[in-house]
T-cell receptor, first 110, second 111 residues
């Protein structure tokens, strides 16, 4: 059983559509991070959320941390082909260790 | 963070090393493997030169940390089950949260 469950696993949409992906757990976390991984590259940190209910925006991306700090969502408005990639959520695993979810693979068609 | 090689094909039983270097003076470094649909699994990590510890999936791997900059990953007896993409990362600490910086990955195929 994964500590972090991400859904959907795969999403293919047309350019201009909106979408939301989710990261869920039964555990409470002090913070949660979202990474994006483009094909052939390593993950890159997008955002860190630390407060229950917190909303952070990064251009067309909106991140929300659940009130109980057990889950998070990532909403993309007017998706573009450049948004294509694997979106990973991650939490601290004790010390400096990080635990990653399996990711949502997004494909945006032009 | 740099890794070499980027691509590697080998056969069962061979010994190999993947190098990792960072020039950000980060104390903490780690190695992950990424299998399709499985996210990133922690293999080994290091909190500073001379200090390493096992992660979630350490069997079949070995590491060393003789300097702050370098953290090589070794496979003593490569096996087909170790076919995967490997990522090295270093962590920037000390702020409100930690940020990991990943290398570009090494795609390993063991025949």
């Amino acid at each position: 059983t994964q500590l972090l469950e991400q859904s959907p696993q795969f999403l293919s949409i047309q350019e201009g559509e909106n979408l939301t992906v989710y990261c869920n757990s039964s555990s409470v976390f002090s913070s949660l991070q979202w990474y994006r991984q483009e094909p052939g590259e390593g993950p890159v940190l997008l955002v860190t959320v630390v407060t229950g209910g917190e909303v952070k925006k990064l251009k067309r991306l909106t991140f929300q941390f659940g009130d109980a700090r057990k889950d998070s969502s990532l909403h993309i408005t007017a998706a573009q082909p450049g948004d294509t990639g694997l979106y990973l959520c991650a939490v601290g695993g004790g010390g400096f260790k990080t635990i990653f979810g399996a990711g949502t693979r997004l494909f945006v068609k032009a | 963070v740099t890794q070499n090689p980027r691509y590697l094909i080998t056969v069962t039983g061979k010994k190999l090393t993947v190098t990792c270097s960072q020039n950000m003076n980060h104390e903490y470094m780690s190695w992950y493997r990424q299998d399709p649909g499985m996210g990133l699994k922690l293999i080994y990590y290091s909190v500073g030169a001379g200090i390493t510890d096992k992660g979630e999936v350490p069997n079949g791997y070995n590491v060393s940390r003789s300097t702050t900059e370098d953290f090589p990953l070794r496979l003593e007896l490569a096996a087909p089950s170790q076919t995967s993409v490997y990522f090295c990362a270093s962590i920037q600490t000390g702020g409100a949260y930690n940020e990991q910086f990943f290398g570009p990955g090494t795609r390993l195929t063991v025949l």
